[in-house]
């Protein structure tokens, strides 16, 4: 009893949702014998396609190779351009790396963290391929505007098809990483069908779970055929094979092609089985509890002069509520960090999203300087994300508030 005084109970910043339904689910799925791609992914990716507005929706085992396989669907390669946030998670710049391509790295807005689209035309050139937003935080990106933006007359001009591809778009690619955003709103749209092509994060920590996994929104314009897209993406996904497991099963299909050297990131029905149950009781539970906790926590500490509390909601955007990050006004990155210890040391976990792309080795050493993103800087140097997810009761949530405002 002395000990759960001085040592309360400790407060993690984002642990999955799993209860007795989800194990009932996948418990189902091994039961199944279907454990690898089958009739579960299947229905997953209908099921998206229906929620988010789209025709096709391809699932994946991570948003990363999503967003790889797409850049390499579009050809982009050595020589070629990708304009990215300075402030996201690595993935989206690494996923370029991948292909050759150089990631130009632009500046973000002061209030929403978003990329800035005044900075995107800046850096556009014959070399760019491909716009990858990223919707930090949950916050949809302003879409209106980046697809504005890439079908202007003077930056079509500047766009250099290299393959057949890149000829029939005849401009740059929007490749939204909406890792964080699925179930966000703009202008009454769900992410998903806002631009080119969406990619969710299915990650461990993200709103809706697989444990691991993503999925590609197709939503081209009307002279693509979006099945045969799928198509084409489901063979990329599965080593360029013609078949996955679930179509040879049927009587005398066992034999398939090889049409490509493709990849192997196929989600499986495990993996779906948990995305089921999320996806079912999304909209009306997860969101409505996640919006719970972001309302409490600008409540308290919009208080406090000392805080800044993120934009979330506005009249035409909603968030998807997945990471609160709040700033501290006036403090260095020193001190913050000073004070994420102290919050540790109160048994609260909390978090920095994200430290900006020029920060990270890889990236100092191939050329980029933090010295040319001030406002990313800034916002990082001042910001700690706070613990958001289901099972936060309303007394870890007050703790969470009281150890933060007393630090």
């Not at 716009?131 to 933006?149: H, R, T």
Request: proline residues 4%; glycine residues 4%; negative net charge.
């Amino acid at each position: 009893m002395i000990s759960d005084i001085f040592f309360p109970a400790p407060i993690p910043f984002s642990p999955p949702r799993v209860d007795d339904k989800t194990i009932a689910e996948v418990t189902a799925a091994l039961k199944s014998g279907w454990i690898t791609t089958g009739p579960r992914v299947k229905e997953f990716e209908k099921r998206i396609a229906q929620y988010v507005g789209v025709e096709k929706v391809v699932c994946v085992n991570s948003a990363s190779a999503g967003l790889e396989l797409m850049l390499r669907w579009f050809g982009v390669q050595e020589g070629d351009e990708v304009i990215v946030p300075a402030y996201t998670y690595c993935a989206t710049a690494n996923v370029v790396v991948h292909c050759g391509a150089k990631p130009v790295m632009v500046e973000i807005n002061a209030d929403d963290f978003n990329i800035n689209v005044q900075n995107i035309e800046k850096a556009i050139t014959e070399k760019t391929k491909v716009i990858m937003p990223v919707d930090f935080a949950g916050f949809p990106c302003d879409y209106d505007e980046l697809n504005q933006l890439v079908n202007q007359e003077n930056v079509k001009q500047k766009f250099t098809p290299k393959t057949s591809i890149q000829e029939k778009l005849g401009r740059i690619l929007i490749l939204s990483d909406a890792a964080h955003s699925i179930g966000a709103k703009y202008k009454g749209k769900r992410t998903g069908s806002l631009t080119d092509i969406t990619v969710f994060s299915f990650h461990a920590v993200k709103n809706l779970t697989t444990a691991e996994g993503g999925a590609i929104c197709l939503n081209l314009p009307k002279e693509f055929s979006q099945d045969e897209i799928y198509k084409e993406l489901c063979v990329k996904s599965l080593h360029g094979q013609s078949k996955d497991a679930l179509a040879k099963t049927q009587i005398g299909s066992w034999r398939y092609d090889v049409c490509e050297a493709g990849y192997k990131c196929n989600m499986t029905d495990i993996l779906a089985a948990i995305g089921l149950v999320e996806l079912e009781r999304y909209e009306n539970d997860m969101l409505v509890k996640r919006k719970q906790i972001f309302d409490t926590y600008s409540e308290a500490f919009s208080r406090d002069d000392r805080f800044e509390v993120p934009v979330y909601e506005t009249t035409i955007k909603t968030s998807s509520y997945h990471v609160y990050p709040l700033r501290i006004k006036n403090i260095t990155e020193s001190e913050r960090d000073a004070m994420i210890q102290q919050i540790a040391q109160q048994n609260i976990a909390v978090n920095v999203h994200f430290i900006p792309l020029p920060m990270l080795s890889f990236y100092k050493k191939a050329g980029y300087n933090m010295e040319d993103f001030p406002v990313a800087y800034d916002n990082y140097a001042r910001e700690i994300s706070l613990p958001v997810y289901y099972d936060l009761t309303e007394e870890q949530l007050k703790r969470v508030i009281d150890v933060v405002v007393n630090q």
